[in-house]
């Protein structure tokens, strides 16, 4: 198991630049995550809605963006 901080990952395995010309969804090509014909890697936080006071959601989600996440869960 690779630690976050020990692995070298490229921006485009994160958030591919050409996402908003995209046709397909994200996708499972043998083992990996596809969004489009690039490698996706899914970095997912959690935010409990239920626990977080309505105002604070954005801030929250924008936090999470912050700190590189692409996938949030509730």
């Known amino acids: 198991m690779c630690l976050l901080r020990s692995c ?36 997912a936080g959690t935010i409990h809605y239920f626990r977080v006071p309505k105002e604070y959601w954005r801030d929250s989600l924008l936090k999470l963006k912050a700190c590189g996440f692409n996938t949030v869960t509730t």
Not at 24 to 43: E, K, N, Q, W, Y
């Open 8 to 43: 070298r990952l490229s921006q485009t395995s994160i958030s591919p630049s050409i996402m908003k010309d995209r046709h397909v969804g994200l996708t499972i090509r043998d083992s990996h995550f596809m969004l489009g014909d690039f490698p996706f890697l899914i970095l």
